[in-house]
């Protein structure tokens, strides 16, 4: 009693806004638990298990790029650092660029930052943000959605990457609430080159849409399959003792840990999974509770039910949102694809991996993501016209 009273004392003394949000989480953590004990009467059941599930995914996307990002951080270092003292950057935001938070963007600015709070802003912000849409979001909607649908998933993404920048920004200032204080000069440099790629993936999307989208399911392909490759040698490594040529630090043990870096990267994955597990509890409750004023706001943008509800969905996973796509109108599917850009997993996988890593970085990515979701829904509502007669064309 004596140690969890002590216990309850030192959470209380550093609580935070973070530390609540995980707090509220754990409480839908218990009651999935519960639920699941009774059967799944509620449906939290079900979600508890689910966020427990996702533990195998992650570490087919996660684990291995951890665990090599050291390696991948020597041979990005001396080519990207010059380019980001150029610009004024950190020259982790390349890790934000190219790759998800949650498929080893986070591992990989970590790994090259020059500056804590940069390497934060790029791994959990920027990656949050513009690293999924390139390297997921595209290759995956590409590959699932109907041929006909895929006009409005370019002029969607077209529209939504125009806020990733504000969303970034907005991220980066919230910083400043919590312990890493990134300036405005640092945070206003490291947002530029988002800022540039989104304009050069937009003018893609705009002159050659096709052209375009097969780049990055190429691309996507690409990223999936190196990913994979890394986690056969690392099981492999792990499992048999063999020392593969340049690949072996995967199965070196740390000096401090004693862990190797694939045993790091599984580590990293279950603190998520567990996390997880309360998190999409919550998301249910979020949607059950409040979905019928969601829906009043989505008859704003003029969106029915089914849009709406794509939308709503799409805050804890995109895949129910992109395979709702065929009962949408051409309104709602634009502004979906348009919103997921920013606002996609922002209560389910990167909120669980946010936690899992850094709770500090919680609040700072979630505004920055719902800010980039929101602005982006604002962009598509103005540029609707003109994007429709595009796809009509």
């Not at 004596?2 to 707090?23: G, H, M, P, R, T």
């Not at 020392?243 to 279950?270: F, H, K, Q, R, Y």
Request: glycine share 12%.
């Amino acid at each position: 009693m004596e140690q969890f009273i002590q216990s309850l004392l030192k959470w209380w003394d550093d609580i935070s806004i973070n530390s609540v949000i995980i707090f509220i989480m754990m409480i839908f953590m218990v009651l999935g638990g519960i639920d699941k004990i009774r059967g799944n009467k509620l449906g939290y059941g079900r979600e508890f298990e689910e966020g427990f599930k996702t533990m195998g995914s992650l570490v087919l996307a996660v684990a291995a790029v951890i665990a090599v990002a050291p390696f991948f951080s020597e041979i990005l270092s001396p080519v990207i650092t010059p380019v980001a003292r150029a610009i004024g950057a950190d020259p982790s935001f390349i890790a934000g660029l190219l790759l998800g938070s949650d498929m080893g963007g986070y591992s990989l600015a970590s790994e090259m930052a020059k500056d804590t709070a940069a390497g934060k802003f790029n791994g959990l912000i920027t990656a949050g943000i513009m690293g999924p849409t390139i390297t997921f979001t595209i290759p995956f909607a590409f590959s699932v959605i109907n041929i006909k649908d895929r006009p409005f998933l370019a002029c969607g993404v077209l529209s939504g990457l125009v806020s990733v920048p504000l969303g970034c920004f907005a991220g980066g200032l919230v910083m400043k609430l919590v312990s890493y204080d990134i300036s405005i000069r640092a945070l206003i440099f490291n947002t530029l080159p988002v800022a540039v790629i989104s304009a050069l993936v937009i003018l893609a999307l705009w002159i050659f849409p096709k052209q375009a989208i097969k780049g990055f399911s190429v691309t996507g392909t690409a990223v999936t399959g190196i990913i994979t490759a890394l986690v056969i040698a690392g099981v492999f490594q792990q499992v048999t003792g063999i020392m593969l040529p340049v690949l072996n630090v995967m199965a070196l043990p740390d000096e401090t840990t004693g862990l190797t870096g694939l045993e790091s990267g599984i580590l990293v994955c279950g603190e998520i999974s567990i996390v997880l597990a309360g998190a999409f509890p919550m998301m249910k409750w979020i949607t059950d509770t409040f979905g019928g004023r969601l829906e009043g706001l989505g008859r704003r943008f003029q969106l029915n039910r089914d849009e709406c509800a794509g939308m709503i969905a799409c805050l804890a996973n995109i895949i129910p949102m992109i395979t709702a796509l065929d009962k949408m109108g051409p309104r709602g599917k634009l502004m979906n694809l348009a919103f997921c850009v920013g606002g996609f997993a922002v209560f389910g996988d990167f909120l669980g991996f946010t936690a899992g890593v850094d709770e500090e970085m919680i609040l700072p990515m979630i505004l920055g993501k719902l800010t980039a979701g929101a602005g982006a829904l604002v962009t598509a509502n103005l540029m609707i016209p003109r994007l429709l007669e595009k796809i009509e064309r």
